[in-house]
């Protein structure tokens, strides 16, 4: 990376934490904070007590590979019957909290109805789940929305993430890497093998981009892994522009495979 994109990216990053922080202060002065979920009013913003105890965490033993945590410890290193099956482009993925009910109220908001306030809480709580992930990286890339439905959202909630992570740690943060090069149709409603058709060769390194992404061990960015077939496709794009690992984090991840709520 030149040193005037460097620079360029350090000024992107401190605009943008000021401008956030003067439009959380703003609203605060007009309305008190909210339970993320249930929407309380707190007297900081976060989770009141009883959503904290909702949430579904997910914590060891994991499948090594996939992050699914085992019902049992089989011992350490013991990867998933999915993960043998059907091994995936990434090294590893880890998520915060099973996607369940609690959990899809809660992304549904961040997502679809203006909740970028929830970002660096959300953020935070990844970090602490993907600490061994974010030791070993050099770059953060979020998965990336199409033109289309980023004009239409006005946000990407994975760049959200991806952007908090990268402004505590100091890590890289290339949120133009990867392109999504074709629209693909919204995954709800899809089984997992219509979902990995939809998303097969729908993303991209950008072809500006290769020297950036070459030789580096990379973090993607989600909010949710449900059949994992867009992390592995966007995995999959990364690792043909040179890369040397990708590792994948989100914050909810779906752990039962019959069970596709979104």
Request: aromatic share 8%.
């Amino acid at each position: 990376m030149s040193a005037r994109k460097a620079t360029f990216d350090r000024l992107t990053l401190a605009a943008q934490d000021f401008l956030s922080a003067t439009w959380r202060k703003s609203v605060d002065l007009i309305l008190p904070p909210q339970c993320l979920s249930c929407r309380t009013p707190l007297a900081v913003q976060g989770f009141c007590a009883p959503c904290w105890r909702e949430l579904g965490f997910i914590e060891a033993p994991l499948c090594d590979w996939l992050g699914i945590p085992f019902d049992y410890d089989p011992g350490e290193g013991i990867l998933s019957a999915a993960a043998i099956a059907d091994p995936p482009s990434y090294s590893k993925a880890r998520a915060v909290v099973r996607y369940d009910d609690r959990a899809r109220k809660l992304v549904h908001w961040f997502k679809y109805k203006d909740g970028l306030e929830a970002a660096p809480i959300l953020a935070r709580l990844m970090k602490r789940s993907g600490r061994e992930l974010i030791d070993q990286c050099d770059m953060i890339i979020p998965v990336p929305l199409y033109r289309s439905r980023l004009w239409v959202r006005r946000y990407n909630q994975a760049a959200a993430l991806a952007l908090v992570i990268a402004k505590d740690t100091g890590l890289e943060y290339e949120p133009q890497l990867l392109d999504r090069v074709r629209k693909t149709k919204t995954q709800v409603g899809l089984s997992a093998a219509q979902r990995r058709r939809n998303v097969s060769g729908a993303f991209a390194v950008n072809e500006n981009c290769f020297e950036r992404v070459s030789g580096k061990r990379v973090l993607l960015v989600d909010d949710v892994i449900t059949t994992g077939a867009t992390i592995e496709a966007c995995s999959r794009a990364i690792l043909s522009g040179g890369a040397e690992n990708v590792d994948v984090l989100a914050f909810a991840r779906v752990v039962d495979p019959l069970q596709l709520p979104i």
